[in-house]
Nanobody
Framework: QLVESGGGLVQPGGSLRLSCAAS????????IGWFRQVPGKEREGVAC???????TDYTSSVKGRFTISNTNANTVTLEMNSLRPEDTAVYYC?????????????????????WGEGTLVTVSS
């Protein structure tokens, strides 16, 4: 099970922190990450971390602004800074055992082992 928290409304240029708490599986053997989706568009991989080797990756539009990390034994955090209106989306946490982080970004994430229910991030003045 994955449970997201931390979404909300923020002004352009602001910051938010999303958290994903995992339970029911061996966290340190999985790749954990975030996808986002806006109505009418395909879901896209935003950031991920492979717990097997600590590898992280980001979609190009968020590099330098977002940071993904493990904050404790079963929680992954996405720090989002310098937020833009185009970051507005529902953000979903996902986990997969077989798919390394190198295979996440710029994909739609079909077939992931676990999904959270999503948290809405709105960037607007």
């Amino acid at each position: 099970q994955l449970v997201e928290s931390g979404g909300g409304l923020v002004q352009p240029g602001g910051s938010l922190r999303l958290s994903c708490a995992a339970s029911g599986f061996t966290f340190d053997r999985y790749t954990i990450g975030w996808f986002r989706q806006v109505p009418g568009k395909e879901r896209e991989g935003v950031a991920c971390i492979s717990n097997s080797d600590g590898y992280t990756d980001y979609t190009s539009s968020v590099k330098g602004r977002f940071t993904i990390s493990n904050t404790n034994a079963n929680t992954v955090t996405l720090e989002m800074n310098s937020l833009r209106p185009e970051d507005t989306a529902v953000y979903y946490c996902a986990a997969d055992y077989n798919r390394h982080c190198t295979l996440w970004i710029d994909t739609s994430g079909h077939g992931m082992d676990y999904w959270g229910e999503g948290t809405l991030v709105t960037v607007s003045s």
